[in-house]
């Protein structure tokens, strides 16, 4: 009985991998429309920007293996693409809106999410980062 459980699993997690994911894609990026090229932020805040947020938010994602592994794949392929749909660092338009919200979303530790550090231990940020991030983005706003 539990060789046919585990046949069944099996065949189940081979099959399972015929099934369309969400497109994996890093679109072409032009350099001189990066958030890094408009905003001109401090290396150290763009240090943290890429290491904590670029797998989600641009067009430089550097996929994980279980990105090509259905049905994890799913999830983490519609993750980036919603990630990018509300904030890409790759094709920034200088929305100072957006701008405050990375702030409030860093400083409210919402933003990397939590189970995004627990798989990706170098994305979380210290206090003293995030309070970087935000002293950066006030020193703009004014």
């Known amino acids: ?31 001189a429309r990066t958030f890094a090229a ?12 890429n290491r904590a947020c670029r797998d989600c938010h641009s067009n430089e994602t550097q996929w994980p293996w279980y990105a090509n592994v259905a049905p994890v794949s799913w999830p983490v392929r519609n993750h980036v ?19 405050e919200d990375i702030c409030k979303s860093v400083r409210e530790n919402t933003m990397p999410l939590p189970y995004y550090d627990w798989m990706h231990p ?12 935000c002293e950066w983005v006030d020193s703009k706003l004014k």
């Open 1 to 31: 009985m539990k060789k046919k459980i585990v046949l069944g699993l099996a065949a189940f997690g081979v099959l399972i991998q015929l099934l369309p994911a969400p497109a994996k894609t890093n679109p072409p990026t032009d350099p």
């Open 38 to 49: 408009t905003m001109k932020p401090p290396a150290a805040v763009q240090n943290i920007f």
């Open 81 to 99: 693409n919603e990630g990018r749909k509300h904030l890409n660092f790759s094709e920034w338009l200088n929305d100072w809106s957006t701008l």
């Open 122 to 133: 170098e994305a979380k940020l210290t206090p003293a980062e995030r309070a970087s991030v």
